[in-house]
């Protein structure tokens, strides 16, 4: 029978116990908070001031309130369109897959390329990538969406897949890294079978760094859910429940504290669902990676 | 000859040849669509940027044209920046924000030193502390202002804190609430680094007696440094690019005591969305913060590494 080992306590540990058990538990309690305030009646929170309890037996708990902040989302678009809450999180969808695949596979190309060939770019696109990871280059938003206007891809889904088809960045280091580990041996096999470069790119290369690939692409795609500012600057037809979310907050007709509190948990919702399946992909990459998908 | 030895002699004429066409087209197909994106929008939208910044918008024609002088937009930074006083505001406000970041940085290494030590419930810990990492900063921040606003002043008993985030208190409440928020995203960071920490090195330090503070500062702290100084670094450039949590609480009714650099960045491109005369000027304080924040980007990460811990 495994015995179970004693942990050692001294002062510090204490103190680091403390420390973390207060923060988890401020955490904690936020997000319970968080939810009791969603499912009460907006009588009973404002009105009556309940800010801490449970939800008055008068007045019951409100799950219907989740149902009504759907009915509050609708958002304006252009003229008389609106776009619903069920619009909004379809576009998220939208947004946040479209882009990710973008995303990914255009640091996928340029990196496998940039491993496992020569050519003459090959050392300047990744000095590029670096000098662009250190370099602070600010304010080129205004300058980006004129240029997407001219060619009149501004406001479209076209435009802000190709926006995010950009390689540099972070893992595009890593799938450099990746591709350059792997040996060569499967490719000149599979070369001595006939396969061309195509064949052994997806049938051989792609399969061998699945994992790595699946993992990025979990972390781009919470970003990407996440995000509001790229969508509403270049994509303002198709909003997002995160700018939806921002809308409805600044209505102040619809925004009391309960109907804000299930709009906000509505949104979080996937990507608590995303985590809960994915938690140890999620963290192990992201504790890998140190920074924020 | 069977089929492979076919294609090997096939591979071999095309090597002899001296141009793999198939290699070419290969490498084309799978880089264009990359490339000519990382042009279109790093390189041409840089350049546009430049030269954006020297032109002024006619309203009665309808496009952009050459400014008179050609620094017009420039120098109405520089007096905003003096006359105005609101940029010495946002200076000031993410001078603040940034050295408050650093000095608050020990507690988010002290959170992940416990979760790499393992606690009682680290494993619990673990996954409730990653939550903050993944969440939308919108919702995020729909939950902060209303804790702000009905929570935090019944907790202290004190009435006169819901006003906080519509006063003189509006800064210091959103970035108190970002930084409660911002330990957890800290702790991901420092666990990524303290993960790569051999844990032999630890064990030979215990055994010359150093207890588990004595590790953290003689063995993990040199170790976690690179990290720890690329934090510092970030944190610098977020002060200029990122609008943070102010934008998500108030959008564009922050008031003007509560602005920082990268809230008012961010103002300007969000007024483009409404009118093309302010694209200019948003081009030139884009410039202008690129031009401060590069030098000091690259001087505080060469400060940073010359004070970093040596190998010996």
Request: some cysteine; glycine content about 8%.
């Amino acid at each position: 029978m495994k015995r179970k080992k004693k942990y050692k306590f001294d002062v510090f540990t204490g103190i680091m116990f403390v420390l973390v058990s207060f923060y988890v538990l401020c955490l904690l309690y936020l997000f319970f908070w968080g939810f009791l305030t969603a499912v009460k009646d907006e009588w009973d929170f404002v009105l009556d001031r309940n800010v801490l309890g449970f939800p008055n037996k008068a007045y019951g708990w409100k799950f219907s309130n989740f149902r009504r902040a759907i009915g509050l989302f609708p958002l304006q678009i252009k003229g008389d369109n609106y776009a619903s809450f069920y619009q909004q999180f379809l576009y998220s969808f939208l947004y946040a897959f479209g882009v990710t695949v973008c995303s990914v596979f255009a640091k996928v190309f340029v990196a496998y390329a940039c491993a496992k060939y020569e050519f003459k770019l090959k050392g300047a696109l990744i000095t590029i990538n670096i000098i662009f990871m250190v370099l602070p280059i600010v304010g080129g938003t205004p300058s980006a969406i004129q240029m997407m206007r001219r060619i009149h891809i501004f406001d479209t889904y076209i435009g802000i897949l190709f926006k995010n088809c950009c390689y540099h960045g972070m893992y595009f280091l890593i799938f450099y890294g990746t591709f350059k580990g792997l040996a060569n041996g499967y490719s000149e096999a599979a070369q001595l079978d006939g396969a061309g470069h195509f064949s052994i790119f997806f049938k051989i290369n792609i399969p061998l760094v699945a994992n790595t690939i699946l993992s990025v692409f979990i972390l781009i795609f919470i970003g990407a859910w996440n995000t509001y500012e790229e969508p509403m600057m270049f994509l303002p037809s198709m909003p997002t429940v995160a700018y939806g979310l921002m809308v409805f907050s600044e209505n102040s007709l619809n925004a009391n504290a309960p109907s804000l509190m299930c709009g906000a948990y509505m949104i979080c919702l996937p990507i608590i669902v995303i985590f809960c399946i994915f938690h140890k992909r999620i963290m192990g990459n992201l504790t890998v990676g140190g920074i924020k998908g | 000859m069977n089929g492979s030895e076919k294609q090997f002699e096939k591979n071999i004429k095309r090597k002899k040849r001296g141009f793999d066409w198939q290699k070419h087209l290969f490498l084309v197909a799978i880089m264009i669509v990359p490339l000519s994106a990382f042009v279109f929008f790093e390189i041409i939208c840089n350049i546009n940027s430049i030269l954006l910044a020297m032109k002024t918008f006619d309203d009665t024609k309808g496009d952009f044209f050459w400014a008179h002088p050609l620094g017009k937009n420039f120098a109405e930074v520089w007096r905003v920046f003096k006359m105005d006083g609101i940029l010495i505001t946002s200076i000031k406000n993410s001078l603040f924000g940034f050295v408050m970041s650093i000095l608050l940085m020990p507690i988010s290494v002290f959170i992940s030193y416990a979760i790499t030590e393992k606690v009682p419930l680290f494993g619990f810990y673990k996954i409730i502390l990653f939550i903050p990492s993944i969440l939308c900063t919108m919702a995020v921040a729909t939950i902060g202002k209303n804790a702000l606003t009905y929570l935090l002043p019944k907790i202290l008993n004190n009435p006169g804190l819901e006003d906080a985030l519509m006063d003189e208190r509006q800064f210091i409440s959103i970035w108190g609430f970002a930084t409660f928020w911002g330990i957890a995203g800290n702790m991901v960071l420092c666990l990524g680094a303290m993960s790569g920490v051999s844990i032999d090195l630890k064990e030979y330090a215990q055994i010359d007696g150093l207890g588990r503070f004595g590790v953290l500062l003689h063995v993990v702290f040199p170790a976690i440094y690179p990290t720890l100084s690329t934090f510092a670094v970030v944190t610098l450039v977020s002060a200029f690019t990122s609008s943070g949590m102010s934008f998500v609480f108030f959008t564009d009714r922050l008031s003007r005591e509560a602005y920082t650099l990268g809230y008012y960045l961010f103002m300007q491109t969000y007024k483009t969305r409404t009118s093309y005369a302010i694209y200019p000027y948003a081009a030139a304080v884009g410039i202008c913060y690129t031009f401060v924040a590069a030098p000091l980007t690259l001087g505080l990460r060469a400060v940073l590494e010359k004070m970093g811990p040596k190998e010996e």
